[in-house]
């Protein structure tokens, strides 16, 4: 007996080198516990619910490993604008964020997410996390949520607190949400420019002496590396070394501007680094071949709605393309990112970000975080290499089915948890707002 069985299903393989076609996979509980040609398969076997996935792909679900709820409705309200976006538009954006609000950011970003096959996520944290960590709770999706964590001078009243106030903060959520469900509450240091050395050290040892996960924006900006220069006359991993803050579940962001002593830190530590494509682009280029010939797991995000949305078939076209033009045209190696490790950093590299071992690939006793993605459309068909047309073509339009953890989200474009209507009309209301400024 099977809880959810796809029948004729082409199946991508589990080392990413290509698909697997006419399978069966079936799902038991949480895990995946059948991929078998169809020629071996018994139709009398029971299934409570059976899935006909004929020119359909199921592959292991995307993996968002860097997002900003409390950032949804800042969408539209950033391209073109000149640095630091972060001060000048999403720090004072944040700070009006109220619990009804940080709610409706939620609720758009798990519908978004969830219609575009990102089964997890790595959020970095805002404000009201509580309001977000109800609705990802009934969401259904796979998800590491942080407060934002700052004690700087100068911030919005809104906002601003005291070292010891913002680590209260994060030890509360991590408190009341941190294993519920599908959740997991990671520690995290907003910018380290907007934290004291005190909040540093204290978030770090709370963080780790829970077993959590601490999270940062790194190596950004130049004015964040040149922070850490003028102040302490080192570079920004050299100076959370010294504070004996970087371990395997430290989680950095960006990572655009790294000294080759800053790269041997990151070795050294098992630190987990993430691109994010479309926002990076405004900034740098990260040296993300150079990271993976040294065995650094690296994965993508998007960086929030207010860089271009939470697509992460964008962020793969996108990064394919930039890798190649940076990287690859100057050693004459158009092969410099392949398409199935790009699709790999999307998915399997994206569960180890999260600490998730046992994801991120359709085999028997993987966990059952799978999406279907049509394949007999415009966009991706015919094809001569269904990898490959993932990271050239493949859209959010094409996600079909979604399975987190067992348990089906979304079917055939329909999804099952949340009210969509009901979200897309509190949407409207807020967009009526905007249209009067």
């Known amino acids: 007996m099977y809880d959810i069985l796809f029948e004729n299903a082409t199946v991508l393989a589990p ?22 040609p169809m020629a071996d398969w018994h139709a009398d076997i029971e299934a409570a619910e059976r899935i006909d996935a004929t020119d359909m792909l199921v592959m292991p679900g995307l993996v968002d490993c860097h997002m900003h709820t409390g950032q949804q409705l800042l969408r539209g309200r950033v391209l073109d604008s000149l640095p630091m976006v972060w001060t000048r538009i999403m720090l004072p954006f944040e700070s009006t964020l109220t619990p009804e609000l940080m709610t409706l950011s939620a609720e758009l970003a798990a519908l978004e ?19 977000a960590c109800d609705v990802y709770l009934q969401s259904g999706l796979r998800g590491v949520l942080s407060c934002s964590t700052m004690d700087e001078p100068g911030l919005p009243e809104s906002i601003a607190m005291t070292t010891e106030r913002a680590i209260e903060q994060a030890d509360e959520l991590y408190d009341a949400y941190n294993g ?24 770090a040892e709370h963080a780790y002496s829970r077993g959590a996960m601490l999270q940062a924006h790194m190596n950004e900006y130049p004015a964040e590396v040149n922070y850490t220069l003028q102040r302490f006359g080192i570079r920004p991993f050299e100076y959370l070394d010294q504070l004996h803050v970087l371990s395997e579940d430290f989680l950095a962001a ?33 040296e993300a071949p150079s990271l993976r010939s040294r065995g650094i797991i690296e ?42 490790q790009v699709v790999r950093m999307a998915t399997e590299n994206g569960f180890k970000f999260m600490g998730v071992t046992d994801a991120g690939r359709v085999e028997e006793g993987a966990r059952a975080d799978l999406i279907t993605v049509s394949l007999r459309n415009y966009a ?37 948890t949340l009210d969509e209507e009901a979200i897309l009309a509190k949407a409207d209301r807020y967009q009526e707002e905007l249209n009067k400024l």
């Open 15 to 36: 080392d990413f080198s290509g698909v697997l076609r006419n399978r069966v996979v079936g799902i038991t509980g949480d895990k995946i516990t059948l991929v078998r």
């Open 113 to 131: 997410m969830i219609k575009s096959g990102t089964v997890a996520f790595v959020d970095a944290g805002s404000y009201f996390m509580d309001r």
């Open 180 to 203: 519920r469900g599908l959740l997991r509450i990671a520690y995290a240091l907003r910018a380290l420019m907007s934290c004291s050395t005190e909040l540093i050290e204290g978030t």
């Open 254 to 286: 960006h990572c655009l501007m790294l000294s080759e002593e800053e790269k041997n830190l990151i070795v050294d530590h098992g630190v987990k680094v993430c691109h994010c494509p479309f926002s990076n682009c405004a900034k740098a280029v990260p």
């Open 299 to 340: 994965g993508l995000g998007s960086d929030g709605a207010a860089h271009g949305g939470l697509s992460l078939w964008s962020e793969m076209h996108l990064f394919r393309s930039i890798m190649n033009l940076t990287h690859g045209i100057q050693i004459a190696s158009p092969t410099i990112m392949p398409a199935d």
């Open 380 to 416: 991706m068909y015919p094809s001569g290499n269904i990898v490959n047309s993932l990271v050239e073509c493949a859209t959010a339009s094409d996600v079909r089915d979604m399975v987190v953890n067992g348990k089906m989200v979304m079917r055939d474009r329909e999804v099952l």
